[in-house]
């Protein structure tokens, strides 16, 4: 296991009824400012209790955030919460949301005129407004981690960033909100969360034994809680599992002190990008074609994971491996998501050579856990995928 550090900063207020208590994490005297995306709470009634339970506030709000966070409406924000003095800001969203709230806070305090830079200079935050989130769907563990995606529609981009100023102050987990979500975006948030574990585990045996238990035990419980999930969003059972997976998933426990392979959201950035794709569903395209790419490096680990996650006890290491990638791809389609490029656009011609242009661009020239994925490799993955 390699040396790691460890802090995680985010108060976690979890369960039924938690949004009451939003007053105890706020202070009496901020001014606030509440973001919200395109209106589901409202109609869910989220917008409601979060008003309620921050009367007496000098409260802003902000609606309208796109999924995929879409750079020049947060621009409107940013001149608002500057021109109103806002001191707090206060995300009531999936990860579109929080992630816009990240990017404000950060923008708030950026010095320069450009906060677009924020994401291009690759420089850690390490100083942002403070802010708490109450989330309303469980997929991108951005309520507990300080890492942010930001959308740029007019350059077809989509980059991130992050830094120790990014955690949370607080998130407000409360399972209930998971009965409204449509199906589409619970699919998307089981298999993103699924995603977030492989990402962190799928690369080579390297001694971390308790966090390859805490990878295959979010993995399996992803596996139990989705069909239930999917059957019935109102279970509160299921829902609290599923929303504390999401959670902790991303958190950053699960991969300190073991490689990481971060490929697949890399590539899967791009396709949503280029083609506002879901993002989880751009990962549901690319892994299985990246597993089977990189099969001789990640053999051990897929074969570990289909004996341990999905209970293949039968055949030799490359038959259990190749078994594993098997099972994911066949997860993914119980969600009912798709796992080929074509199946989302007829326009996937070039598409492997302009994302293996666009990581030559950014240097991202070897990346994956080895340090050996090139650009090259990249465009292959993406046409296997087609
Ligand atoms: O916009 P509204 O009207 O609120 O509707 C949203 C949105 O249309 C809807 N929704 C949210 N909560 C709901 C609900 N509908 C009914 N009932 C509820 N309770 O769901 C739609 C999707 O929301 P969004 O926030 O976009 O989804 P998600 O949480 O999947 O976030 C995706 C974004 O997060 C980034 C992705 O790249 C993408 O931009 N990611 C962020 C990460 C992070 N910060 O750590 C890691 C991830 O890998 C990911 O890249
Ligand atoms: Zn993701």
Same mark, same amino acid.
């Given at each position: ?5 460890? =802090?995680?900063?985010? =108060? ?48 802003? *709000? ?5 999924? !995929?966070? *879409? #750079? ?38 950026? +010095? ?70 449509? %199906?589409? %975006?619970?699919? !998307?948030?089981?298999?993103?969360? #699924?995603?977030?574990?492989?990402? %962190? ?29 999917? =059957? ?15 959670? $902790?998933?991303?958190?950053? /426990? ?11 959201? $890399? $590539?899967?950035?791009? /396709? ?13 395209? /690319?892994?299985?074609?990246?597993? %089977?790419? !990189? ?23 490359? +038959? ?8 994911? *791809? ?13 199946? #989302?656009?007829?326009? #996937? ?19 994956? *856990? ?13 046409? $296997?995928?087609?």
């Amino acid at each position: 296991m390699n040396n790691f550090e460890y =802090k995680n900063p985010t =108060k976690i207020l979890f369960g039924k009824g938690q949004i009451e208590r939003l007053s105890e994490e706020i202070p009496r005297d901020a001014k606030v400012m509440m973001l919200y995306g395109g209106g589901s709470i409202k109609r869910t009634g989220i917008y409601e209790q979060v008003t309620k339970a921050l009367l007496g506030y000098n409260l802003l *709000e902000y609606g309208g955030i796109p999924p !995929n966070p *879409e #750079y020049n409406v947060l621009m409107g924000a940013l001149k608002v919460i500057k021109e109103e003095k806002v001191d707090f800001l206060l995300a009531v969203g999936g990860g579109s949301v929080i992630d816009g709230t990240k990017f404000l806070s950060a923008a708030a305090f950026f +010095e320069g005129d450009n906060p677009w830079e924020l994401l291009t200079k690759g420089k850690p935050v390490m100083k942002g407004m403070p802010f708490g989130t109450v989330l309303t769907l469980p997929a991108t563990g951005s309520e507990m981690n300080s890492g942010l995606v930001i959308t740029r529609e007019e350059t077809k981009e989509k980059l991130s960033t992050g830094g120790p100023a990014l955690y949370p102050q607080f998130s407000v987990l409360d399972p209930e909100v998971v009965k409204s979500i449509p %199906q589409q %975006q619970l699919a !998307n948030g089981v298999a993103d969360a #699924y995603m977030h574990v492989m990402e %962190q585990y799928m690369t080579y045996p390297m001694g971390g034994l308790i966090q390859d238990r805490f990878a295959e035990g979010i993995l399996q419980t992803l596996i139990e809680v989705a069909p239930a999930i999917m =059957k019935d969003p109102s279970d509160y059972k299921a829902a609290a599992n599923f929303m504390w997976s999401c959670t $902790m998933a991303l958190n950053g /426990l699960i991969s300190k002190g073991v490689s990481e392979d971060w490929s697949v959201h $890399m $590539m899967g950035h791009e /396709l949503t990008a280029l083609f506002g794709i879901d993002h989880a569903r751009t990962l549901a395209i /690319l892994a299985p074609s990246h597993y %089977q790419y !990189n099969f001789e490096t990640k053999k051990g680990k897929l074969a570990q994971y289909a004996e341990r996650v999905w209970n293949v006890t039968e055949g030799t290491e490359d +038959e259990k491996a190749k078994a594993g990638i098997k099972k994911t *791809e066949e997860f993914f389609h119980s969600l009912d998501i798709k796992t080929k490029l074509s199946d #989302y656009t007829k326009d #996937y011609e070039g598409t492997a050579e302009e994302v293996a242009k666009r990581f030559t661009k950014r240097g991202w020239v070897k990346i994956g *856990e080895h340090g050996t994925l090139t650009p090259e490799d990249a465009k292959k993955i993406v046409e $296997m995928s087609y």
